[in-house]
């Protein structure tokens, strides 16, 4: 499967955005999806995850409560939705994919198969 992802860019803090995550050459449906951040000179970090149907999802502590995180497996995507944005949110964000059993999703990176290319969120202050 190939993912792309895309909805990243320049925004105020407070503000929010949407991130969104395409899938092609095999449906989504299959696939367990992981949300990922990049921060400059820092170590990519784990944000949001999905399972395969979308009954269960995991955020982390600084996502919790901000970000939502969502799929449309007609559509072949998963959405990431940011609100009440910080500074310390800009980072470069990927998705990831994996085949997964349902009711399961995954927070670590190497658990992940397939990822996308990154779409930088830059928050200023």
């Known amino acids: 499967v190939q993912l792309q992802a895309s909805g990243g860019g320049l925004v105020q803090a407070g503000d929010s955005l949407g991130l969104s995550c395409a899938a092609s050459?095999?449906?989504?449906?299959?696939?367990?999806v992981g949300w990922f951040r990049q921060a400059p000179g820092k170590e990519r970090e784990f944000v949001a995850a999905?399972?395969?149907?979308?009954?269960?999802?995991g955020y982390s502590h600084s996502a919790k409560g901000r970000f939502t995180i969502s799929r449309d497996n007609a559509k072949n995507t998963v959405s990431l939705q940011m609100n009440s944005l910080k500074p310390e949110d800009t980072a470069v964000y990927s998705c990831?994919?994996?085949?997964?059993?349902?009711?399961?999703?995954?927070?670590?990176?190497?658990?992940?198969?397939?990822w996308g290319q990154g779409t930088l969120v830059t928050v200023s202050s």
């Open positions: 990831a994919a994996r085949t997964a059993v349902t009711g399961v999703y995954y927070s670590r990176d190497d658990d992940y198969t397939y």
């Open positions: 050459g095999r449906t989504l449906s299959n696939y367990a």
């Open positions: 999905i399972s395969r149907a979308g009954t269960m999802t």
